[in-house]
Structures are given as structure tokens and as C-alpha cells.
């Protein structure tokens, strides 16, 4: 199968307390652009689909009482990341930096051929930037 006739089959979806924040910084810090955002009749976002490359990420408010309930987000306690596969990972990574993205693993070049690193977003979700493609490796 080429890996350019394969759409992304699977998306990751976000809730973030400050979903107006998290949709400038996102764009900002790590270069999402809007494919969607849905408001409610008070402008407040209920959901977003951002896409970096060929992936899309979605996300929305936390409501405790909303669609999705339950705890307030708290990605330090998450055992979930986000990878994305970035074309100038120097330049990716200089872009986070300065937008205020806290790097926890430095920008280097891994032993499995892949240059990349890893940064928490504003609410502390865990993303990592790289060219490591598993697409590349079938």
C-alpha cells in the first residue's frame, strides 16, 4: 500500500479549560492551522479540528456536566502523547520554543534515524515532534 493513498484513519480529541487559549496558542507554538471550529451561540468553541501535515486533531471545552463529563483534564497524570511528524524539526522545535512551549526532551538526533523532541502544550499535554514516519518503514 503507498502511504500517500492513506488518510489518517484515526484522530486524536482534546479537552482543554481554556479551549479559546488552547486554539491560539496551538496555532502559535506548534502551527496548527483551522480546518473547523463550532461555537455556541455565546461564540464559545464546543469543538475544533486543527491539521498539521495530513493529521487533524480535534478538541474542545471541559465540562464536567458536557458530552464527555467526568474529571477535569490532567495530563500530567496522562499516559497518553501525541507524535506528529514534521518536515524541519529545527525549525518546529525553535517555533515551540518561543511560543513558551515547556521542551521536556531536547531537540536530538535518535539512534533509529528520527531528529526530534518533546514539549507540553499550555494545559501540560505531552507532544512530540519529529520525522520518525512509520508509514516510511513498511
Do not use: C
Amino acid at each position: 500500500m503507498n502511504p500517500n493513498d492513506i488518510r489518517p484513519n484515526i484522530f486524536p480529541a482534546l479537552r482543554y479549560r481554556d479551549p479559546e487559549r488552547a486554539l491560539e496558542w496551538l496555532e502559535q507554538a506548534f502551527g496548527f492551522e483551522q480546518k473547523a471550529v463550532y461555537r455556541d451561540d455565546a461564540g464559545a468553541i464546543q469543538h475544533a479540528e486543527l491539521r498539521l501535515g495530513a493529521g487533524l486533531i480535534m478538541f474542545g471545552g471541559y465540562d464536567e456536566n458536557g458530552v464527555m463529563g467526568g474529571e477535569p483534564p490532567r495530563p500530567l497524570a496522562s499516559t497518553t502523547s501525541i507524535y506528529a511528524v514534521v518536515a524541519d524539526p529545527d525549525a518546529h522545535y525553535a517555533r515551540s520554543n518561543a511560543a513558551g512551549a515547556r521542551i521536556v526532551r531536547e531537540l536530538a538526533d535518535q539512534p533509529y534515524g528520527s531528529r526530534e523532541y518533546s514539549a507540553r502544550d499550555l494545559e501540560g499535554n505531552l507532544w512530540s515532534f519529529g520525522t520518525y514516519d512509520p508509514y516510511s518503514t513498511e
